[in-house]
Structure formats: C-alpha cells, structure tokens
C-alpha cells in the first residue's frame, strides 16, 4: 500500500450514510478500501440481524424509508459516479483535503445499517450495480458485499453472487471470534457460530472471500490469548474444507462505538494479532488501525 493509502485521515472516522438528500447511496473514503468507496445501504430501516458491541449506527432517529427503491438506487448511484469521476466530488468541504491518490472510484461496496443480503431485492440490487458499473466503464472498480455471513447460502443470495463473481465482485465475511461464547458476547447474532463458519467455508469454495476481523478491548480488556488461538483455529476450519480465503483485514475501533465499554487495540497489539494470522495459517492479513 501507498503511504497516502496508509494514513489516517479524517473521512475515516466518519462515514455518514444520509449524504445530502440520498436515500441509499453514499461516498467515504475508505481505509479498508485505499480510496473512495460509494457505499449502497439496502437497510434504510436500520434492522439487523446482528447487534454488535462496536456497532457504529445510530439506531435512534426514524427511519426516513423502509423499502428499497431500485429506480433511487440508481439514480443516486449514477449521480456519485458522475461527481466522484469529473471531480465535482472533491469539491464538496468533506472531500476536498482528500489525497489525490485516493480520489479513484475503488469499489462499490454493499454496506449500510444492517445484513445487505436481508434485502428483498438483493439480487435486483446487485444486477442493477452492475449494469451501472458497466454504463460507467468502471472495469477496476469492484463491487464489495460486506456481509456477516449468516445468508450466503440461500438460493436468491447464491444466485446475486454469481452475478458479483461476473463483475470483479469480492465477499468481505465477517469473522470476529473463535469461540461461541465471545461470539455472543461481541456479535449478539441470531445464528450460532459454527453457521457463520460453514457458510463463509461454501462461499469460499466457490470462489476466494477476504476475511474481515475486529478487535477491540472490552472494558479495558484485549481478546485472551485462547481467544485469539481459537480464532486461528476457525480461519484453518475455513481452509481445511476447501474455502479459499484471499487475505485476512484484522482491524479495531477507529468510529464511535454502540457500547461505551468498547475501545480501540493499540496498533502493536493489531499488529500481534495480524502477525498470529500470518504463522497459524500461512495466509495474507493486513493491520488497519484505529
């Protein structure tokens, strides 16, 4: 990664998804990403079926809609493009101190105030990205699915993803824990562990997914030492069974949690896990810091 790439800027402590009068589509920059990500939120309602601790939307005011619009969708998604490709973007006083090398268009990522794949017209959604990404000759940008996991083997979720597969698409899982009892303590999830695990092991199978992690401390405290080695253990279940993981994002707090027993891991200490990542498993993990 470039140093721009690496350093810590503003915009990555604030991805507001109400970008002026848009409903559903929305620019930040990214650290995870190194550049512009337009993010497309297919949970205007704010339900989710998880209720992590390190959660950072607010799920206080009323929603503004509950159903997703396809027609708005792509309105607003064609309108970003155009801003973010011309320029006019990093004219706006959110944008405008924004490194030069971050102003490409890096991915199209499906991430809002909930599960995107929750979504009723998910797979509408994601052919409808597609064909704009098309229209917009964006061949290098991809299209994210930030997910956690619990619904990619489902019929009209496995259906959207053969369509990603066709369109530079990439799968973020979330994998936050080793163990059942951290699991619940840290996602407070619908679905047990071991669903997530297979799920993202079928995903995986098909086609490489990146692993996406976070860290954090819990009143004070960092993940034990048998947490993280069971954690370690859950990537090399993964792979053992033929899922294919690309590389590993293990990262903490960096935005203002839903908990305020959360707080961020020092940058050693991702470091340390990012380093047990890369001798447990043999596989690629990349710090992001808070």
């Excluded at 810590?8 to 604030?14: A, F, K, M």
């Excluded at 990214?30 to 297919?42: F, H, K, M, P, V």
């Excluded at 954690?231 to 293990?250: A, C, F, M, N």
């Excluded at 047990?276 to 710090?287: C, D, H, I, S």
Aim: charged share 25%; aromatic share 8%.
């Amino acid at each position: 990664m470039s140093d721009t790439t690496n350093q810590s800027l503003p915009q990555h402590r604030s991805h507001p998804r109400d970008w002026h009068d848009n409903l559903f589509v929305y620019p930040v920059i990214s650290r995870r990403s190194g550049g512009l990500s337009i993010g497309i939120n297919l949970n205007p309602d704010t339900a989710c079926n998880f209720d992590c601790v390190y959660c950072q939307v607010d799920r206080s005011p009323k929603p503004r809609v509950r159903d997703v619009d396809l027609d708005r969708v792509r309105e607003e998604l064609t309108g970003i493009i155009s801003l973010a490709t011309d320029g006019r973007l990093f004219k706006f006083p959110e944008f405008c101190d924004v490194p030069e090398s971050l102003r490409h268009v890096h991915d199209i990522a499906f991430s809002g105030d909930g599960e995107p794949t929750t979504c009723k017209v998910f797979r509408e959604c994601v052919d409808l990205v597609a064909s704009v990404r098309r229209d917009a000759a964006l061949a290098d940008t991809k299209i994210v699915l930030i997910t956690d996991a619990c619904y990619l083997t489902r019929p009209d979720v496995t259906s959207a993803l053969a369509i990603l597969d066709d369109n530079n698409g990439a799968i973020w899982a979330k994998l936050d824990a080793g163990t059942e009892a951290y699991y619940q303590q840290v996602n407070r999830p619908n679905y047990p562990l071991q669903h997530v695990i297979d799920n993202i092991a079928a995903a995986a199978r098909v086609r490489p997914v990146v692993i996406q992690s976070l860290f954090m401390r819990l009143y004070d405290v960092p993940p034990s030492d048998d947490e993280l080695l069971a954690y370690v253990d859950r990537l090399r279940e993964i792979t053992s069974v033929g899922g294919r993981i690309d590389y590993v994002q293990v990262y903490t707090i960096a935005r203002p949690p839903a908990e305020s027993f959360v707080t961020s891991l020092s940058s050693d200490e991702v470091d340390a896990i990012v380093e047990r990542v890369r001798q447990g498993t043999g596989l690629w993990a990349e710090p992001f810091y808070g």
